[in-house]
């Protein structure tokens, strides 16, 4: 049975649509054709590029099914369909690849900067603990008052509150940055997590459901 009046714009999905798959194999083929895979940034690299660039892929293998399905309505099994399905099926293993790797790398990410945050919260108890020394305190006042900040006759209860003050003050100001260092962390963590794990898996599903239309 030949194609249909129907399909009139049909060549022109097909070849958006295979320009876009093409697009996605290329952008895939520079990411794979270097790097080390017991890397951490590598294989994050290789996630956020497949989940990012899929959907393009998605698109282009629907605009050639479409195309398909306006030339010729009647007919299952095409060749162009069985490359849909095949290729559909190849990105859905693809994805469901890349779920563990990106659910592994996420963690060790998150590891890694909750590591840091430690160290950080660390030094800030141990500076809380240096400014509630009286020798630290004076010392530091008689610093304060050596570099000018200070009067040349203040006393050493003036020295002392100008030094508290001065430590309350790096306390204060290493506490945001714990803060902020925080809530940066979070929304990284948050954002590896829907925007690439589970992305994957809807990616994944959403294939295999393509790869069974192209077929049926």
């Known amino acids: 049975m030949g194609p249909t009046s129907n399909g009139r714009f049909s060549p022109v999905f097909r070849w958006l649509g295979f320009t876009l798959v093409v697009l996605l194999l290329l952008q895939m083929a520079v990411v794979l054709s270097f ?16 989940v990012s660039q899929a959907p393009m892929g998605f698109m282009g293998l629907l605009l050639m099914l479409i195309s398909s399905r306006l030339d010729y309505p009647a007919t299952a099994r095409l060749p162009i369909r069985w490359f849909v399905c095949g290729l559909s099926g190849l990105l859905a293993v693809a994805m469901i690849v890349v779920t563990p790797m990106a659910i592994s790398v996420n963690q060790k990410l998150a590891s890694e900067v909750d590591q840091t945050l430690q160290q950080r919260r660390s030094q800030l108890e141990m500076a809380r603990q240096q400014g509630q020394n009286p020798q630290a305190l004076q010392m530091l006042g008689e610093q304060l008052a050596q570099a000018g900040q200070l009067s040349v006759d203040a006393s050493q209860d003036d020295k002392q509150q100008a ?4 430590i ?7 506490d945001q940055q714990i803060q902020q260092a925080e809530q940066q962390r979070n929304l990284a963590v948050n954002q590896r997590r829907y925007g690439g794990t589970l992305t994957a898996v809807v990616l994944a599903v959403v294939f295999v459901l393509l790869a069974f239309t192209a077929v049926l």
């Open 35 to 50: 790097g080390d895979w017991a890397d951490g940034d590598y294989q994050q690299l290789v996630v956020e590029r497949l």
């Open 163 to 166: 030094a508290q003050k001065f």
């Open 168 to 174: 309350d003050g790096q306390l204060s100001q290493m």
